[in-house]
């Protein structure tokens, strides 16, 4: 053995989070509502896994679902929770500006870099839409991105291993690859030994039962999709722990 990929498990919760943990995660990223791709997570929730913790916590600074194109209201509301996070103590602030041809924006993203000042910057997914990846890689590098989160532009990275490999080699250690999406306890090593990447990124989810709304099953509190009000979502143990154990290298 010669050690093994750094993990970073994605969050959407302090439960989640210490479930990472005790998981034997490296690192986390700590969102709120994960079925939406993950969104900010309250300042609350960031503070009580801050203390708790013993690893690096990452903060997603996204204030809502579908885009990445945001008003200049959301933009400021970004940067004040970004702000708020750094004061804090996060490690990293994760976030994604895109122009509405979803090429890197450029502007909003500077600005996003002076209030991360010395601590990681990790640019998410929304580098998987961008038209032209290398150039986008070139942009990221140039404003001094960390790190860019990415499944390869496809809809996991198994799927995207061509491309993540591509990236790597392209990168020559001037910005961190980091895949995600996808990643299962079947196909981590091939995705470690294909892409040639020294850390991951994946959530492993279980359903828990919350039966205090079983009295009335008419109502609702979600979107039109009506999920179920009786369960949630929380972070698997036993499936982190297995794929944990899957990053050796030989």
């Known amino acids: 053995m010669e050690g093994r990929v750094l993990t970073e498990i994605c969050c959407g919760s302090l439960d989640d989070a210490l479930i990472a943990q005790q998981a034997g995660a490296d690192r986390i990223e700590l969102n709120s509502c994960l079925q939406q791709g993950g969104l900010t997570p309250s300042l609350g929730t960031f503070i009580e896994a801050k203390k708790r913790l013993k690893i690096p916590v990452m903060v997603m600074v996204r204030p809502r679902e579908a885009g990445f194109d945001y008003s200049g209201n959301e933009i400021e509301v970004m940067e004040r929770d970004a702000g708020l996070f750094i004061e804090h103590g996060a490690e990293g602030i994760v ?20 209030i991360i000042g010395r601590a990681e910057a990790v640019f998410h997914r929304a580098f998987d839409v961008v038209p032209d990846p290398f150039k986008a890689l070139d942009q990221l590098i140039e404003i001094g991105v960390t790190r860019v989160l990415t499944s390869g532009q496809e809809a996991s990275v198994y799927d995207g291993v061509p491309l993540i490999a591509e990236l790597v080699k392209y990168a020559k250690g001037r910005i961190q690859i980091l895949p995600g999406a996808g990643i299962k306890l079947g196909n981590v090593q091939e995705i470690i030994h ?15 039962f919350d039966t205090s709304t079983a009295g009335n099953s008419k109502i609702f509190f979600g979107g039109a999709y009506y999920p179920p009000e009786d369960r ?19």
Request: charged share 20%.
């Open 194 to 208: 294909k892409t040639g990447v020294s850390q991951i990124h994946f959530a492993s989810i279980a359903t828990r």
């Open 232 to 250: 949630h979502t929380i972070a698997d143990l036993s499936t982190m722990k297995k794929i944990i154990q899957k990053t050796a290298k030989n």
């Open 95 to 114: 976030f994604g500006f895109l122009n509405s041809d979803g090429t890197i924006n450029l502007k909003n993203s500077q600005r996003m870099m002076k």
